[in-house]
């Protein structure tokens, strides 16, 4: 398993492999959202062009990483900055999911050099927390993740895929998903936006309940170069629950880029 050691923490991320055959013309970096880790883009993993690599870290403290998580969006995307330098990672398209997609929108604010372009999936340029979750994370774990997992998903998947996504959140300690939650609680992109010039491509679900698509909406409008593409009977873990059609749109897309 690939790990990647910076300032005496050990990071894992999965990688496809490509390119140690030959120099990928373009490179997927897929960030995971709240208490999430790499398995919740599993679907996504081997389904890409040849020529396309596909890099999915765990951010700090999540899933097999080491060191602790943060509390600001800002933090993450600086440190995703880091990671993605050590592996010489240039140019890439980051594909950022929920919180995510708030690190992802960050990255493009602040080193726009650094990136080719960005998926932005089931987020928005405010991610506002209600304080009931807040202190139920803190109260009662297992129950703020049953919540959570309750909204995240479409009423229509297998009951098998709300399991999985709720052993994957179980899986992090109460103050991991608690600073997760408050990074995104005071996280607001919403003055910024139009400073965002990357071509950028936003998908959602239309049954998204955590974030509906009126936050895609309103990224659209708002982003210079964006494409809007809002998948029908998705919930907010659409990457999950419609992979066959969110692929293809991404596949497309990535096609578009020069």
């Known amino acids: 398993m690939p790990y990647l050691q910076i300032d005496g923490c050990r990071y894992y991320y999965f990688h496809s492999g490509v390119r140690a055959f030959s120099p990928p013309k373009k490179s997927l970096v897929f960030i995971h959202g709240s208490g999430g880790d790499h398995r919740l883009w599993s679907k996504q993993w081997n389904l890409f062009d040849e020529e396309i690599e596909i890099i999915i870290p765990d951010l700090p403290g999540h899933g097999l990483s080491e060191d602790k998580g943060r509390e600001r969006i800002k933090d993450y995307a600086e440190w995703l900055r880091g990671f993605l330098e050590r592996l010489t990672c240039e140019h890439?398209?980051?594909?950022?999911?929920?919180?995510?997609?708030?690190?992802?929108?960050?990255?493009?604010?602040?080193?726009?050099?650094?990136?080719?372009?960005?998926?932005?999936?089931?987020?928005?340029?405010?991610?506002?927390?209600?304080?009931?979750?807040?202190?139920?994370?803190?109260?009662?774990?297992?129950?703020?993740?049953?919540?959570?997992?309750?909204?995240?998903?479409?009423?229509?998947?297998?009951?098998?895929?709300?399991?999985?996504?709720?052993?994957?959140?179980?899986?992090?300690?109460?103050?991991?998903?608690?600073?997760?939650?408050?990074?995104?609680?005071?996280?607001?992109?919403?003055?910024?936006?139009?400073?965002?010039?990357?071509?950028?491509?936003?998908?959602?679900?239309?049954?998204?309940?955590?974030?509906?698509?009126?936050?895609?909406?309103?990224?659209?409008?708002?982003?210079?170069n964006a494409t809007l593409h809002i998948m029908d009977g998705g919930g907010h873990m659409i990457m999950v629950e419609r992979p066959g059609e969110f692929n293809e749109v991404i596949r497309k897309f990535c096609r578009s880029l020069t």
Not at 92 to 102: E, K, N, R, Y
Not at 127 to 137: A, E, F, K, N
Not at 149 to 154: F, I, L
Not at 191 to 200: H, S, V
């Open 92 to 224: 890439a398209i980051l594909v950022g999911h929920s919180m995510g997609g708030a690190i992802a929108q960050e990255c493009a604010l602040h080193y726009p050099d650094c990136l080719k372009a960005l998926v932005l999936v089931g987020t928005g340029a405010k991610l506002r927390v209600s304080p009931t979750i807040l202190d139920l994370v803190c109260k009662d774990f297992e129950m703020m993740v049953r919540l959570s997992c309750e909204y995240a998903y479409s009423e229509t998947v297998p009951e098998e895929m709300v399991r999985e996504g709720f052993e994957v959140l179980c899986q992090n300690t109460p103050e991991i998903l608690y600073g997760d939650f408050l990074a995104c609680d005071r996280f607001d992109a919403r003055e910024r936006l139009r400073n965002i010039t990357l071509p950028t491509l936003i998908i959602c679900g239309n049954e998204d309940k955590l974030t509906p698509p009126l936050y895609s909406q309103y990224l659209y409008d708002n982003i210079q």
